[in-house]
């Protein structure tokens, strides 16, 4: 069997709102219900006291004239002498001793019966210095049924009173939540490409579907870049498999040994391009995916001069520009050989003469600079050669060889760690890259 908890959850809103207003409108109502009725016995009392009193006042001043006391309409004023017995004649009333005291130090009493008698006195001294007690009372008719029937009929109001707060609430809510419904069949039938309508008034609903407007198009965005991506990747991958093929086919139809060395060679270059096309598709998925190795700090300053080495050529002067210290870097060892194999490597193939890496170190970041002499980068350009696939040229000559997510990779990397990639004009008159990475305390 499930738990209330759980069935409560499965309830629908509107359900949920419209009970928890009944229940409290119910119980809210009930305790007034409740203390209306223990109120109006004591107001009745109090109003019948007030009658007692000015009846028990006019006979003590009769009595201390030495007159006979009057009996006002529907009341009993009796003169007792100090112990509870009548002086004036008539029958004792119903008042035992404690009663009797009571009365004397002032206060009132309801002696029971049916109906019960509520009585007021006084000691008042006769012209002849006797000392009498002056009684007034009353018998409270119909007061028990008075006070039964007004809390039946409190609670009564109270039943409809829920009732009529469970209704309107059920209305009121389902009226709020229209909208909502119109917003779920929109979601329905919504297109690719479309947006919810959104709701005419300026409330909390509108902003959800504004907010989910905005989801829609980033995820629209993120689709398309996708899209792009894959009909990009489709169409590199096309190149030099075509370029293979038809290598192959030559080699094949024309098996001449002078020219099979050449062909070999073709399609080896051929194939290598392919490879780093996959290892660089490889790479981006995996980092796509979320796979994102912990952080281990970096010394930059000994990487850079490591990757000068690998990549140094006859033709250039590449040389490293670094403060005597070290600089870390939090990111992994092979995530910094990548980048900085990366921009080295172009910016050795577009150098005309020399290639200067820069590092530095600050308190919370670490950078590294890479600048040539080459032709440099457009302004236009700049922004979007960090994209996948992206070339200044549409230059995919054999000798360029660049596959176009070399800094797709670099920034990616780079920005997964928490830093940033950007390029701007060189000093030295070609392209700058610049790359920082937060910094990392040293091993
Ligand atoms: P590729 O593998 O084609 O070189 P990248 O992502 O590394 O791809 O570079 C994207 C484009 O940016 C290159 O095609 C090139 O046009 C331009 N580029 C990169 N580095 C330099 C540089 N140092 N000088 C001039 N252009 C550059």
Request: proline share 7%; net charge neutral; with cysteine.
């Amino acid at each position: 069997m499930r738990s209330l908890p759980a069935l409560w959850s499965r309830c629908s809103l509107r359900f949920r709102i419209t009970t928890l207003a009944t229940v409290v409108t119910l119980a809210v109502l009930l305790a007034l219900a409740g203390l209306g009725g223990r109120l109006l016995g004591p107001l009745l009392t109090q109003s019948v006291d007030e009658e007692l009193a000015v009846a028990r006042a006019g006979a003590v001043a009769e009595v201390e004239r030495g007159e006979p006391v009057g009996n006002p309409a529907g009341l009993r004023v009796r003169v007792l002498d100090t112990a509870g017995r009548p002086t004036d004649g008539g029958r004792p009333p119903a008042l035992d001793d404690p009663a009797v005291r009571t009365l004397k130090s002032g206060l009132p009493v309801s002696m029971p019966g049916d109906p019960p008698v509520r009585w007021h006195g006084t000691v008042a001294t006769a012209p002849d210095g006797a000392q009498r007690l002056v009684v007034a009372g009353t018998g409270l008719v119909g007061f028990a049924a008075v006070v039964h029937d007004a809390s039946r009929w409190l609670l009564g109001i109270a039943g409809l009173g829920a009732v009529t707060a469970g209704l309107t609430t059920w209305f009121a809510v389902g009226f709020a939540l229209r909208p909502v419904s119109r917003m779920r069949r929109a979601l329905r039938t919504l297109g690719p490409g479309e947006r919810l309508p959104l709701p005419p008034s300026e409330d909390e609903l509108r902003a959800l579907a504004d907010e989910f407007n905005g989801l829609l198009a980033r995820q629209r965005e993120a689709t398309d870049k996708l899209q792009r991506f894959t009909g990009d990747a489709a169409h590199e991958l096309r190149s030099p498999v075509t370029s293979i093929r038809a290598q192959a086919e030559v080699a094949v139809t024309n098996p001449d040994p002078d020219t099979s060395q050449d062909v070999l060679t073709d399609v080896l270059t051929e194939s290598e391009r392919l490879s780093a096309l996959l290892d660089g598709l490889l790479a981006l998925a995996r980092s796509d995916a979320g796979e994102r190795p912990a952080a281990t700090p970096v010394e930059l300053v000994s990487e850079s001069r490591a990757a000068v080495r690998r990549c140094s050529t006859e033709s250039l002067l590449v040389r490293v520009s670094a403060p005597a210290g070290e600089v870390w870097a939090g990111a992994t060892h092979a995530e910094v050989e990548l980048v900085l194999d990366n921009l080295l490597r172009n910016a050795c193939r577009y150098a005309d003469a020399q290639v200067v890496l820069s590092v530095l170190g600050a308190r919370s970041w670490a950078r590294v600079v890479v600048d040539d002499d080459g032709p440099g980068i457009p302004a236009e350009h700049r922004e979007r050669v960090f994209d996948r696939f992206y070339r200044v040229t549409d230059d995919r000559a054999r000798t360029s060889g660049g596959s176009g997510l070399g800094l797709a990779l670099v920034a990616e990397l780079v920005r997964r760690r928490g830093g940033r990639v950007a390029t701007g004009d060189s000093p030295d008159g070609g392209a700058r890259f610049v790359v920082v990475w937060p910094a990392a305390e040293p091993v």
